[in-house]
């Protein structure tokens, strides 16, 4: 006996991890609603399950993430993910948590947080989150400090994984991928929009997707296809489920 087609849908949408949660949430809201009903009457009830479903909903919303290993309430990486998630009706595409070659010296960890492909370029964005309380600066574009830490070392990095990942894609492609390396800073105020020190861009992570967007058009369509597809390709996930 074949299995009618709804059943197997049906099956389908049980199975999906989204439908399990909305299951989970309502019926953990209808709960919480008889409850009320119950002690105080069915007016409070009904909205005491309404506010149950949209917090839940709000704070699973504030940790989703396409990287398990970035789902968690204090993650840098996942709030500039969700940045740059608006920009994909403008053309750019993004990849997270991508592995390049570390570098002898065991200054890069071997990790770009979001390689960006668009019409602007390609940007290879790292997030960070400093404490706050230590004030940012630079001396003449040559240095960056928080508080009294020199942060030379993660300039370097940053610019060491945006040089592997331009290599493999220009072999890839034939042709010169230049990857802008940058730095998106959670925590500490930002005294500047957008500040290249050392050959890196640095700004504040709440502006990750302003820097992209401001910027003159100098890839194709077919440009951004063909290096997306190469980064995918040869830039493995750095994290596996």
Request: net charge positive; proline share 6%; aromatic share 8%.
């Amino acid at each position: 006996m074949k299995e009618r087609p709804e059943w197997g849908n049906a099956a389908a949408m049980l199975e999906d991890p989204r439908t399990r949660r909305w299951i989970q949430r309502v019926g953990v809201a209808l709960a919480a609603g008889v409850v009320v009903s119950v002690l105080i009457g069915w007016r409070l009830g009904l909205t005491v399950a309404v506010l149950v479903v949209v917090a839940d909903f709000v704070r699973r919303s504030r940790k989703d993430s396409t990287v398990p290993a970035w789902q968690k309430s204090s993650a840098a990486e996942r709030r500039t993910e969700k940045q740059l998630r608006a920009l994909q009706r403008n053309g750019y595409l993004v990849l997270h948590a991508r592995a390049v070659p570390r570098d002898d010296d065991g200054v890069s960890d071997g990790r770009i947080d979001h390689l960006v492909i668009g019409p602007s370029g390609v940007y290879a964005i790292d997030s960070e989150k400093w404490d706050k309380r230590l004030p940012v600066r630079t001396m003449s574009h040559l240095k960056l400090f928080h508080g009294p830490f020199n942060k030379k070392d993660r300039l370097d990095e940053a610019r060491w994984e945006a040089q592997m990942a331009s290599n493999i894609l220009a072999e890839r492609v034939g042709f010169d991928v230049p990857v802008q390396p940058s730095v998106a800073i959670y925590g500490p105020s930002i005294p500047w929009k957008v500040m290249r020190v050392r050959d890196v861009d640095v700004y504040a992570g709440n502006r990750a997707r302003a820097y992209l967007r401001r910027r003159p058009t100098i890839l194709t369509e077919g440009d951004v296809q063909r290096i997306f597809q190469a980064a995918e390709d040869a830039l493995p996930p750095k994290y596996t489920d």
